[in-house]
């Protein structure tokens, strides 16, 4: 591997940005593709196939054979509310392989009992998030019903463009929430982007339920999220 592209490949690893290491295998020479970075053709479409789903492997394009090494962040899902739904959530989203981690400064519920083995900050949000702040490979679920707790991590959520952010809550309950979010100068169209109510449509009453909805809408979400590669290789 050239010296410059294993730089690149692990300061872009350090920051949590997905890259990928192409080698032309008939001439054995690799350049570093982030994403992000627009990349024309056959290339740029196989490269936006691989980014989403996270395989490397080899490709055709422009009648050349590429190895494409896929380095994807580890999916971040993080939880504001130590609740019933979070608590079935945990388990599951780590055998979905999702880093997950609890936000929630009630102690009486963010307790090492209700979750044990999993992170657990029994902090505000405000707090965490400075110290370990969101990016694009987070998803955000909201699940407090607490405006106090739930409003600054969604704001914080849409501004890091968050490949998702949901909140529970009924419609009129959201509709509350737009009204703050709207006054807070969040802009509309990205308050749109907000699952709400939050998890998909499979009918889900009990919080194990609720919590399969979720996190296969977080899962959703994240296999087809946008990816732009059609600009110049870096």
Known sequence: MDPLSLKKLNAARAARR???????????????VEEGNQVAGDLGAA??????????GVIEAEGREFFVNIHLPPP?????????????MAPMAKLAGYDIEIIDPRTAFATPE???GVQLDAEWPEEVLKARPLDAYCALCAVTHDPKIDDYPLK???????????????????????????AEGVPQDAIDRIAAPIGLDIGAS?????AVAVLAQVI??????EIATRMAAV
């Open 114 to 116: 209700r979750f044990e």
């Open 156 to 182: 914080a959520a849409l501004e890091a463009k968050c490949f998702y952010v949901g909140a529970l809550g009924s419609r009129k309950t959201h509709g509350k929430r737009v009204e703050r979010l709207l």
């Open 220 to 225: 959703q979400a994240f296999r087809k999220r």
């Open 47 to 56: 490269l936006e196939k691989a980014f989403r789903t996270g395989k490397s």
């Open 76 to 88: 971040r899902l993080v939880v504001i509310g130590a609740v019933h739904i979070s608590q079935a």
């Open 18 to 32: 997905a890259i990928a290491l192409v080698t032309d295998l008939g001439d054995g020479r690799d350049r570093i």
């Open 206 to 210: 009990s919080p194990a339920e609720i």
